[in-house]
């Protein structure tokens, strides 16, 4: 091959990102037809009525530019979390912002620490800026906070905490957040990533309320993608104090939330309850195919996110391919487990009939 190019050692050292698998390069992989994919966490629904019809109208404006600071969705966000607008900020999706975090505060050499296995984009973004990756092994399937801390050193720039976890499903109280953020020192940003926040137990509190008061060097990250279906709109957003709002925000690539994501989210905050509607649904599914789960024998983690992951070690490839010829496409993760988004009643139905016809126990 003739070379072109000279990519950066951290670039060329990157996987190519691999998104999940959807339904139709199933069907072609297999020659079957009718799959379905739980592979992406994504929310089964179109969007809500009332947000489509904001889509459409946006739409006929695009041959201007967005406004750069999301002005009216800052100031919606800040009102429907009761903060104030300099503590929030918008983000192509939250990935956008977890890139704009490492960005704005990892040098070359830096420490980033996160449990693992969590998010996928943590350690290649960790990568890209040339940071150094401090990883704490999970027990089972959970967070060590304590380990967590105890690896934080003055190098330590970030601390990445998916909570739920992606893919484990497992969520951390505002107590543990509290006593986890009183240990790391200022100088360190603890990012506690709720992209599934709202498919998680209200009962373990709301870290915007309970921890972001009193650690200002603590983020809240949540995005529009899972529980308001807008997953192909590329809208997140971070709540923060201002001095962290205001330095990652120098980092937003321009106009990198487009006009069309801004006025969606703007329509989704005001059809909140509508939106609510369908994480009930999803969440009463998410408990329906736990329980099946459970009283067929097999092994899963119970799941706080809107997906549950079963932890088949080495039969990974296994049931995930057997799977996949049932037409039900999921997130394998070889030699760890497999990761099943929760989709309407029907799908999670085919994804447990096509599971009983598979040796997953
Ligand atoms: C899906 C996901 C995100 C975000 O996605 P965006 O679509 O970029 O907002 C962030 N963090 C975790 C842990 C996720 O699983």
Known sequence: MTTAGRPRPAVDALPAYRP?????????????????????????WPPVPTVATAIAEAAAGVNRYADHRASVLRAELARSLSVDAEQVTVGCGSVGLLQQLCLTYVDPGDEVVYPWRSFEVYPVFTQLVGGRAVTVPLREHAFDLDAVAD?????????????????????????????FADRVGPGTVIV??????????????DPVTDVLPNHPHTVVLRTFSKAHGLAGLRVGYMVG?????????????????????????????????????RVDVLRAERDRVASAL????????????????????????????ALEKLGVVTRPFSGEGIRVTIGTADQNDRFLAALSNVDAR
């Open 20 to 44: 999940g698998k959807d339904a139709a390069q199933a069907e072609e992989e297999h020659g079957i037809s009718d799959a379905i994919k739980l592979a992406s966490n994504e929310n089964p």
């Open 151 to 179: 690896a934080v050193t003055d190098r330590t720039k970030l601390v990445f905490l998916a909570t739920p976890n992606n893919p484990t499903g497992t969520s951390v109280s505002s107590d543990d957040l509290n006593r």
């Open 192 to 205: 506690i990533d709720e992209a599934y926040r709202e498919f998680n137990d209200a009962a373990l509190g």
């Open 241 to 277: 104090s201002p001095p962290v709002v205001e330095a990652v925000d120098k980092t937003l690539f321009p106009f990198a939330v487009n006009a069309i994501a801004q006025a969606a989210a703007i329509a989704a905050i005001a059809a909140d309850a509508e939106v609510a509607e």
């Open 294 to 321: 459970g009283s067929d024998g097999n092994t899963f983690v119970a799941s706080e996110g809107n997906f549950v992951w079963m932890p088949l070690g080495d039969r990974t490839d296994d049931v995930y391919i």
